[in-house]
């Protein structure tokens, strides 16, 4: 397995963008391209716990694709208690596609939609929380959108791959997941995951992750932190994919996992096992 280094860039136009990652679906990592966010400067710990930490917050752990808990919230905590919890140390506990703003509408004052590129989806701001360590498994997004993520305070590492590597990730049918871990490969298991060539870069406060289309990522939290996710589309295509990924997970995976439970989860996997085998084979 092979992971190249991510641009940073600084003073991105949007022509130089749109013509040297937005068409031909590249990472990068703009260090400025939200410097004119009041939340930058405002969205400390201390002031969103101080201001609105009365909020209760659905929280996930490592448990959330398991067949009986299928993105089912672990538990529910005071929005202050989670962030002082998430200071302190390593949990494996995370708020993620959390929409703070329907609770606190105020915020979106402090935040601006880019005009780097245009398909902004200004309903979709989704923020994630985690604690030292805490990861987010491989995955692509199931709505098939261009992702702009804002880091604050702390720190981010991101490993991407692109859409093609993933019969060498051993993509699960009818889902958006992989179960390689890129920090810690299992090449007994995973013989072809060798042959993947990712992406990778740790950025920071007010910095922005540019994750295409399509794209495959793990995410771990160097530190405590939280981050703001915008989402783009630029294509009709990608909008009909991200319907029948919803399809699929709604009806197809969420209802056998119910039907079959650990035995769904099995067959996943022995088929993305018999597809990269396959594709070894072939190489």
């Known amino acids: 397995m092979k992971l190249i280094p991510i641009e940073r860039r600084s003073n991105l136009s949007r022509e130089e963008f749109i013509e040297n990652y937005l068409k031909p679906k590249k990472p990068v990592i703009f260090t400025d391209l939200v410097k004119d966010w009041p939340a930058l400067e405002k969205w400390t710990f201390d002031w969103l716990r101080e201001n609105h930490g009365h909020i209760e917050v659905p929280l996930y752990d490592n448990h959330v694709h398991d067949a009986k808990t299928y993105y089912q919230a672990a538990k529910t905590m005071p929005f202050g208690e989670y962030l002082s919890l998430i200071e302190k140390g390593p949990t494996d506990l995370r ?73 060498n990730l051993y993509h699960h049918p009818f889902t958006v997941q992989s179960h390689v871990h890129p920090l810690k490969p ?91 085998k396959q594709s070894l084979q072939e190489a």
């Open 186 to 276: 299992d090449f007994k298991k995973f013989p072809a995951f060798e042959k993947a060539v990712g992406y990778e870069a740790t950025f920071g406060h007010g910095e922005t992750a540019f994750i295409p289309s399509l794209w495959w990522h793990y995410i771990k939290y160097v530190d405590g932190g939280f981050s703001l996710a915008l989402r783009a589309n630029d294509s009709i295509f990608t909008t009909v994919r991200g319907g029948w990924n919803l399809v699929r997970h709604t009806f197809v995976d969420k209802g056998m996992a119910k039907i079959l439970g650990p035995q769904w989860k099995e067959w996943k996997e022995n088929k993305a096992q018999e597809k990269a």
């Open 95 to 167: 708020i993620f596609l959390f929409d703070i703003f329907k609770k606190v509408p105020e915020l979106a004052n402090d935040i601006r939609f880019p005009t780097i590129m245009d398909g902004f989806l200004k309903s979709y701001k989704f923020m994630f929380f985690g604690g030292q360590d805490a990861e987010v498994n491989l995955h692509y997004d199931m709505d098939c959108s261009h992702v702009f993520l804002t880091q604050f305070q702390t720190r981010k590492q991101i490993i991407l791959f692109p859409p093609e590597e993933g019969t």
